[in-house]
T-cell receptor, first 109, second 113 residues
């Protein structure tokens, strides 16, 4: 079967660094994406990893290890506006894009 | 402005009354998809389309139909809605070379009573 596992909730302090992990099981893996969703809004695309390693986009970075079927999203210099839900998603060989259940990030002042 | 437009934003209907949720994108994207979002279950793919006249089932296709007669439009049809289809629905599109980078519509909150 296909599945993605990510923590349901994570709490961090403003200005700190937080890592949201995602492990996946899928047939024919192409890549791992990350999306952000604020309450009442639509998901927005953050990053994509097809190859092993770290991709950096401003305060956000995403990492992938294909051999471990594992990835993470790293958020640095946390701001209150980063309070949101974060979803990992895999693109598989059937051209399906499967989402995890999401991680709600709480940021404390 | 590049966008995916869904209508309506909110809809309350009765069991068994056929309805259509429209989705249109202006980015010339080949890949379009419908998802439903329920608390604790994340986003689950209903149907997707790689291009005109090409559609495939996602993980939860039962009770839904789609069509892709034009590249820009991808309507979601509920022939006989039931209360378990009460949900938040999102349409999304992406270029074929980059189906990992979706642009989502604003969502449709459907309530079936």
């Amino acid at each position: 079967g296909q599945s993605l596992e990510q923590p349901s909730e994570v709490t961090a302090v403003e200005g700190a660094i937080v890592q949201i992990n995602c492990t996946y099981q899928t047939s024919g893996f192409y890549g791992l994406s990350w999306y952000q969703q604020h309450d009442g809004g639509a998901p927005t695309f953050l990053s994509y990893n097809a190859l092993d390693g770290l991709e950096e986009t401003g305060r956000f970075s995403s990492f992938l290890s294909r051999s471990d079927s594992y990835g993470y999203l790293l958020l640095q210099e946390l701001q209150m506006k980063d309070s949101a839900s974060y979803f990992c998603a895999v693109w598989n060989r059937d051209d399906k894009i499967i989402f995890g259940k999401g991680t709600r990030l709480h940021i404390l002042p | 402005e590049a966008q995916v437009t869904q209508n309506p934003r909110y809809l309350i209907t009765v069991t068994g009354k056929k309805l259509t949720v429209t989705c249109s994108q202006n980015m010339n994207h080949e890949y379009m998809s419908w998802y439903r979002q329920d608390p604790g279950l994340g986003l689950r793919q209903i149907y997707y389309s790689m291009n005109v006249e090409v559609t495939d089932k996602g993980d939860v296709p039962e009770g839904y139909k789609v069509s892709r007669k034009e590249k820009r439009n991808f309507p979601l049809i509920l022939e006989s809605p039931s209360p378990n289809q009460t949900s938040l629905y999102f349409c999304a599109s992406a270029g074929t070379g980059t189906p990992y980078g979706y642009t989502f519509g604003s969502g449709t909150r459907l309530t079936v009573v």
